[in-house]
């Protein structure tokens, strides 16, 4: 399969401890996004990269939560000192934009849900 | 804030086509209506994207008015696999993130 892939697909965690999700991209997207989704909501744009390069981050990105793509392939989300509120869907995207043609349709991964309890 | 209005809800008897419709009176020249899906659990889907003209690949049509104001999707013989949340998006494709903006959607249920 070569979709977007996230690992894990589940994750329950304790209110105060550390989570880190990966996201694997499709290999040739140069363009890396994270969402987060509640229950009955629409996905909210959390932050992106372009190659290594993180290029915007929503307000919604509080200074406990933190992603890197380090080589720019694979991405990592970490949340640290969870609450409660973090409780979501986090879904990762990717996509190809080239400078002349621009971004290119996103493709998203199965996502990643997170039970804070 | 999503540039998009759509219906919160829809039916649609299983063979039928189902037309999504989508207002996006705002839209500028240079941005694309988008549409995605989200079957309950999953990752949304692309389905389809269009500037000015029609479109049509295997999955779905999209028709976008000559103001391009507004557009409707449709699937036109839906089935019970088509069941989802349907999510009419507008954005560039230049000199900006890219990133989408996802407002309530239109929750198809198809129905036997």
């Known amino acids: 399969d070569t979709g977007v892939s996230q690992d894990p697909r589940h994750k329950i965690t304790k209110r105060g401890q550390n989570v880190t999700f990966r996201c694997d991209p499709i290999s040739e997207h140069n363009r890396l996004y994270w969402y987060r989704q509640t229950l009955g909501q629409g996905p909210e744009f959390l932050t992106y990269?372009?190659?290594?390069?993180?290029?915007?981050k929503s307000r919604l990105l509080s200074d406990r939560f933190s992603a890197e793509r380090p080589k720019g392939s694979f991405s990592t989300l970490e949340i640290q000192r969870t609450e409660q509120g973090d409780s979501a869907m986090y879904l990762c995207a990717s996509s190809l934009a080239l400078i002349k043609q621009g971004d290119y349709e996103q493709y998203f991964g199965p996502g990643t849900r997170l039970t804070v309890t | 804030d999503a540039k998009t209005t759509q219906p919160p809800s829809m039916d649609c008897a299983e063979g039928r086509a189902a037309n999504l419709p989508c207002n996006h009176s705002?839209?500028?020249?240079?941005?694309?209506v988008y549409w995605y899906r989200q079957i309950h659990s999953q990752g949304p889907q692309y389905i389809i994207h269009g500037l000015k003209n029609n479109e049509t690949n295997e999955m779905a049509s999209l028709i976008i008015t000559e103001d391009r104001k507004s557009s409707t999707l449709i699937l036109p013989h839906a089935t019970l696999r088509d069941t989802a949340v349907y999510y009419c998006?507008?954005?560039?494709?230049?000199?900006?993130?890219?990133?989408?903006?996802f407002g309530q959607g239109t929750t198809l249920q198809v129905k036997p």
């Open positions: 998006i507008v954005r560039g494709r230049s000199g900006n993130t890219g990133k989408l903006i």
């Open positions: 990269f372009q190659n290594e390069a993180q290029l915007e």
């Open positions: 705002t839209i500028s020249g240079n941005e694309y």
